[in-house]
C-alpha cells in the first residue's frame, strides 16, 4: 500500500487535488485498491480528533465514564406480542462498559420464550460477542474463537462465562436481524450465533469486515489525516475462518425493514409447535398469519364490525371491553367501547393502538380461514376474537 502510494506521489497523480477531505478520499481509495479491508479508512478533520478517538490500547476511565452513559447502545427493550424479547443493539462497546447494561436487558427478558437481536444498525465497535453469547449459553465457559494481532505474534483467545441463573439459555429460540450496515464486531456477534447455531439470522448480508484494530482510536498521520489500520484478524472456533470480505449470510434472506417481521412471525411459529395452551397456541397462530410490517392487507372495510369470543360475555381488558366494535368515519377506524370511542393508530401493517391508552395494548387483525380474526394482547396475556 505504501509503495503504490509513494508511486502515484512520485508521479504527481495527487497534485490536481484542491480539497483535502478529497485526498483523504484518495489515500483511501489507492491504499484499498491493494488490499480492498473494509476497516482500512483514512479521514481529515480540520479541528483535533475527540479526546476518545485519539487514544489507542486500554480505554481511560474517561472514555468508560462516556460509554457507560450510552447503556451498552441498547436503546429500549420490549416484549413483543407472543411473549417474545425485543433487544435492539446499536453498537458493541467493551465488556467492562456494557456488562451491567446486557445484564439488565437480559434479566428484564429473560422469561420471554424467545427473543430477537436486532443487529441491523450496529456498526460495530471496540467490543466483542462473548458477553452476549455468555447469557445466550449455560454450563461451563468454552471457546468461541480467537484475535491474532501482528504486534508480538500475539494471540487472544475468547471464552464465554457461565452466567448461572440470570443465564438466557442454550435452547430458546434466538433471532438476530442484520443488514448491509451490520459491520466489524457486530457481525462477530452475528457469525457466532450462526457458527455455534444459537439463532437464525435474518436479513440482509453483513457488510464483511473482520480485521480489528487494537484500540478504539485512529493513527494520526498529521495535518488533520487520521487513518484506522487493520492490525490482527480474528479466527472462529467452529469455522476457522472469518467473515473478511463476504459478511455474514442470513439464514432466511429478506430486506432489512422487513426483518422485524420476518423473524417475529418465525419465532411465534416455531413457539407455537410446543405450546400447549389453547389460548397461547391461538394467539401465537394469529401472529404467524397477520401483516406485522408497512402497508396494511386488509381493507378498512374488511376490519370493521363487532369481534367476541361467542356466548354473549362480557370482559373487560383494561382500556377496552370484550365483545368490542370497529367503526369508521371519514376514513378513520375507531374502537366504541364503554368510555366512547376511541381512535385505532396503525403501528405497521395490520397492527394497530389505541390513541391515548398506555404502551403495551395492541390489536392485530389478521385472516384465518377467510374469516377475519382479531388478535388483542396488553400486559395481563392475550386473547383471539372472532368477527361477528
Not at 491504499?31 to 482500512?40: E, F, I
Not at 472456533?237 to 417475529?264: F, H, I, S
Not at 394497530?352 to 390489536?363: F, I, Q, R
Request: proline fraction near 5%; hydrophobic fraction near 40%.
Amino acid at each position: 500500500m505504501a509503495e503504490a502510494i509513494r508511486a502515484k506521489l512520485k508521479a504527481k497523480e495527487y497534485d490536481g487535488i484542491t480539497s483535502p477531505s478529497q485526498f483523504a478520499h484518495a489515500l483511501e481509495a489507492d491504499a484499498r485498491a491493494v488490499v480492498d479491508d473494509g476497516h482500512l479508512r483514512v479521514t481529515f478533520s480540520p479541528s483535533p480528533m475527540p479526546q476518545m478517538m485519539m487514544r489507542r490500547g486500554r480505554p481511560s476511565a474517561e472514555m468508560i465514564a462516556q460509554m457507560l452513559r450510552q447503556n451498552a447502545a441498547i436503546p429500549e427493550i420490549k416484549i413483543l406480542s407472543g411473549n417474545i424479547g425485543y433487544m435492539p443493539v446499536n453498537g458493541m462497546l467493551p465488556a467492562q462498559a456494557a456488562k451491567d447494561a446486557i445484564a439488565a436487558a437480559f434479566a428484564f427478558l429473560h422469561n420471554t420464550d424467545a427473543l430477537i437481536l436486532d443487529l441491523r444498525g450496529n456498526p460495530g465497535g471496540s467490543g466483542y460477542a462473548e458477553v452476549y453469547m455468555s447469557y445466550l449459553s449455560e454450563g461451563a465457559p468454552y471457546v468461541t474463537g480467537s484475535a491474532h494481532w501482528r504486534a508480538g505474534n500475539r494471540v487472544q483467545e475468547f471464552k464465554t462465562e457461565d452466567m448461572g441463573a440470570a443465564s438466557y439459555g442454550s435452547k430458546k429460540p434466538v433471532y438476530v436481524l442484520t443488514s448491509h450496515w451490520t459491520f466489524s464486531a457486530a457481525e462477530g456477534l452475528a457469525y457466532e450465533i450462526q457458527a455455534f447455531k444459537r439463532g437464525v439470522i435474518v436479513g440482509e448480508t453483513t457488510g464483511g469486515g473482520a480485521n480489528p484494530s487494537t484500540g478504539a482510536g485512529a493513527l494520526n498521520l498529521g495535518h488533520g489525516f487520521w487513518a484506522n489500520v487493520p492490525e490482527g484478524y480474528v479466527v472462529n472456533a467452529v469455522t476457522g475462518t472469518n467473515w473478511e470480505g463476504v459478511g455474514v449470510k442470513p439464514d432466511v434472506p429478506v430486506p432489512a425493514d422487513q426483518a422485524l417481521a420476518k423473524a417475529w412471525s418465525l419465532a411465534a411459529g416455531r413457539l407455537k409447535t410446543t405450546a400447549t395452551n389453547p389460548q397461547t397456541r391461538a394467539a401465537l397462530d394469529a401472529i404467524t398469519l397477520a401483516k406485522l410490517d408497512n402497508a396494511p392487507s386488509l381493507t378498512v372495510a374488511e376490519i370493521t364490525g363487532k369481534y367476541g369470543i361467542g356466548g354473549g360475555h362480557i370482559f373487560v381488558m383494561g382500556p377496552i371491553s370484550i365483545p368490542m366494535t370497529v367503526l369508521e368515519k371519514g376514513g378513520q377506524l375507531y374502537e366504541q367501547g364503554l368510555s366512547g370511542e376511541t381512535a385505532l393508530l396503525r403501528s405497521g401493517g395490520d397492527r394497530y393502538s389505541l390513541a391515548g391508552v398506555p404502551y403495551g395494548l395492541s390489536l392485530t387483525f389478521f385472516k384465518k380461514d377467510e374469516k377475519v380474526e382479531l388478535l388483542q394482547s396488553n400486559a395481563m396475556g392475550s386473547m383471539v376474537l372472532e368477527k361477528q
